[in-house]
């Protein structure tokens, strides 16, 4: 199937990009390189395009409890103006998604999923209305997404949006609030994947333009750039965030991806039923078989997605799911399934590396954290 295009895709062929093909849409890979691009967003800020996320909406009388029903974790308490991430869950227990929730009204969400998993996840959420008093509405195809991330996001964002000083700035992490840029109305949320801090803003399609336009101008005085998926998938994986069909799948249990305290929080907490609550009841019982744990090279070698962890014998006992050579740290990082028994921190473990073992040490992450 040809890719789909965003709002913004002929402004990403003027500044240059390298594309690729992302969960069925025609994404800016890097504009120039996406080592610099990686820099610039730890050191001054990045501009995203995330338009090929998913926006869902929620509303009506029983929008909290359907909610409550269709994921993880507890939304009908989630006060308004708050976002809050959860899974999405088969009955046995599987991730079918994780995504981002945010309350705008008390009759109203909007749920946003990852790019590749809308469809999957649409057919979920219907199949689950049953008799709860709420029209969902899939928004992906009208809506575009502009992240603002970095150190100098929110100075970017009140040069933006001059005439609302405190929205911006009075805005917790994982709150969001309508912020009106001139006369683009848009949702701001202080969230994002990059491990620092920064903004995303949801937009209108035909305001999208204007928008990247506006935060481009206004962010060129801050050292901002323009960045690409490469960037982005190395600044997330530097702060140790899951990537759904790397750290996140319908074959790894949530305790072993590290999801063990929202399942904890699910199970003794929320009083609500909810879509795979047997399934992980049943499997908090036991230690899960894998935990996700974090690696740090002793050498130059990078461990990609696919490359096993070995024991002295060379039989398998893991596998990484994401790994990178860490532009900010100097050296080689990778996030990894491994058997628990062996899975302890400050030990060492040989990768394959094309043929080569490669010895990586166990470390806690996530292995980058921004000075608050």
């Known amino acids: 199937m040809t890719p789909k295009k965003t709002a913004l895709y002929t402004v990403h062929e003027q500044l240059g990009a390298s594309f690729t093909d992302f969960g069925g849409w025609d ?21 995203f395009d995330l338009s090929h996320m998913g926006e869902f909406r929620v509303k009506g009388a029983d929008a909290g409890a359907y909610l ?14 708050k976002a809050k991430y959860s899974l999405l869950l088969n009955e046995d227990g599987g991730v079918i998604d994780d995504l981002i929730t945010y309350r705008l009204a008390d009759d109203e969400f909007l749920v946003v999923p990852n790019a590749a998993n809308v469809d999957v996840d649409f057919e979920a959420f219907q199949e689950r ?30 040069d933006m949006a001059p005439d609302s000083p405190e929205t911006i700035t009075s805005m917790g992490y994982y709150a969001a609030a309508p912020v009106l840029f001139g006369n683009i109305q848009t949702l701001v949320a202080r ?14 399609n035909q305001d999208a333009e204007a928008l990247w336009n506006l935060a481009a101008t206004r962010g060129e005085a801050h050292g901002a750039l323009p960045a690409g998926l490469a ?20 074959d790894i249990a949530p305790a072993e991806a590290g999801m063990g305290k929202l399942v904890e929080i699910a199970l003794t907490k929320k009083t609500a039923d909810f879509v795979g609550k047997e399934a992980v ?11 996700l744990i974090g690696l740090k090279a002793q050498g130059k070698r990078p461990a990609r997605a696919g490359s096993k962890i070995v024991d002295e014998a060379g039989n398998s006992i893991g596998e990484i799911t994401s790994g990178i050579p860490s532009p900010t740290l100097g050296y080689p990082i990778a996030l990894a399934l491994m058997n628990t028994e062996h899975a302890h921190q400050g030990t060492t473990v040989n990768v394959d590396i094309r043929g080569k073992a490669a010895p990586f040490d166990i470390v806690p992450t996530p292995f980058y954290q921004r000075e608050k």
């Open 281 to 291: 009841a049943a499997q908090a019982e036991n230690a899960p078989a894998r935990t």
């Open 27 to 47: 994404m800016p890979l890097k504009y120039t390189n996406d080592v610099e691009e990686h820099k610039t967003v730890r050191n001054a800020a990045g501009l």
């Open 129 to 158: 209305l049953g008799d709860f008093d709420v029209t969902l509405t899939n928004e992906t195809a009208d809506t575009s997404l502009v992240a603002v991330q970095g150190p100098a996001a929110e100075a970017i964002l009140l």
């Open 68 to 81: 409550d029903y269709v994921l993880l974790s507890n939304m009908s308490i989630l006060k308004v103006g």
């Open 231 to 250: 960037a982005r998938d190395s600044l997330r994986l530097e702060a140790g965030m899951p990537l759904y069909g790397h750290e996140l799948g319908l």
């Open 191 to 204: 969230t994002g994947y990059t491990g620092e801090d920064g903004f995303e803003i949801y937009v209108p």
